[in-house]
Structure formats: C-alpha cells, structure tokens
C-alpha cells in the first residue's frame, strides 16, 4: 500500500516557491522542498489529487493557485519505511503572499529562479529534477496556466 502525496511546482515571476520544512516533520525535517502533502481518504470523489494540492497550500503557505498541471511522478520510501507515491504539479502563484502559516510543517519560505535550485550544492536530484520538468513545461509551452 502506498500513501499518495502531491507537490506543487509553484511558478511566479520567474521563481519557484520552495519551504524550508520544519525540524518536526518526521521526513525530510529541515529540508527545501515543494510545498505539498498527502491525500486524505474520502470515499468516492473527484480531482481529489488537485483539490489536496489547494488545501495543502493554503494549509502551509496561505496562498492560492491556479493552472495545476500534471509534471511528473516517482515513489520513495520514508525513512520510517511508509512507500509514497509522489506526484508533482506545475502552479501558478494566484494570490496571498506566502508565509510559513503552518509552523508545525514549514519554517521559511524562499523564491528562487531555476538557475539558482539548479545549482544549489545541499538540494536534492529528486528537487532539481523535478523544477526541471516544470521549467520545461513552461519554456515548451506546454505550461499554459489554465485553471482547474
């Protein structure tokens, strides 16, 4: 069994949103991350994964977005052993400046352009690989920002 988590790729003014995770979450604690978090059980529904996208963002960062677009997916294992299927969004930044709203999962906020998460020595492949695949989204028009 596999829990489902979604990342939101947040885009604006040519910046990527990233968090620093709080030093409680139980994985990845005190890392740069996507903003995002896992599905809640509900029964029978629909968009479930682009819904808890929007909940998990304004949960966290108190801002909304627009344009959710499917970018990729993986899976990962906790260092707990719990399998996550991951799976990552393009965003477009809609509205309210982010913040570290949930101080029990995030303790900063950061913008950053491609270049500079590209090239950041401490952050992960699996982010860079992922912004790379947003990035290219966009720049291949693929990206358009329509609304969901």
């Given at each position: 069994?596999f829990v489902v988590n979604v990342e939101g790729a947040i885009h604006r003014d040519g910046k990527w949103l990233l968090i620093l995770r709080s030093e409680k979450e139980e994985h990845a604690g005190g890392s740069l991350s996507l903003v995002g978090g896992k599905c809640e059980f509900e029964g029978v529904?629909?968009?479930?994964?682009?819904?808890?996208?929007?909940?998990?963002?304004?949960?966290?960062?108190?801002?909304?977005?627009?344009?959710?677009?499917?970018?990729?997916?993986?899976?990962?294992?906790?260092?707990?052993?719990?399998?996550?299927?991951?799976?990552?969004?393009?965003?477009?930044?809609?509205?309210?400046?982010?913040?570290?709203?949930?101080?029990?999962?995030?303790?900063?906020?950061?913008?950053?352009?491609?270049?500079?998460?590209?090239?950041?020595?401490?952050?992960?492949?699996?982010?860079?690989?992922?912004?790379?695949?947003?990035?290219?989204?966009?720049?291949?028009?693929?990206?358009?920002?329509?609304?969901?």
């Amino acid at each position: 069994m596999f829990v489902v988590n979604v990342e939101g790729a947040i885009h604006r003014d040519g910046k990527w949103l990233l968090i620093l995770r709080s030093e409680k979450e139980e994985h990845a604690g005190g890392s740069l991350s996507l903003v995002g978090g896992k599905c809640e059980f509900e029964g029978v529904s629909s968009d479930i994964l682009e819904r808890t996208l929007q909940r998990e963002i304004f949960e966290e960062v108190g801002s909304e977005v627009t344009g959710i677009e499917y970018v990729n997916s993986s899976s990962f294992i906790t260092d707990s052993g719990i399998n996550v299927v991951d799976i990552v969004f393009l965003c477009h930044h809609k509205s309210g400046e982010p913040f570290a709203k949930s101080t029990e999962e995030v303790d900063g906020v950061f913008w950053m352009t491609t270049s500079e998460i590209l090239s950041h020595p401490e952050l992960p492949d699996y982010l860079k690989r992922n912004i790379k695949c947003a990035e290219e989204k966009i720049q291949d028009g693929s990206g358009s920002g329509r609304v969901k």
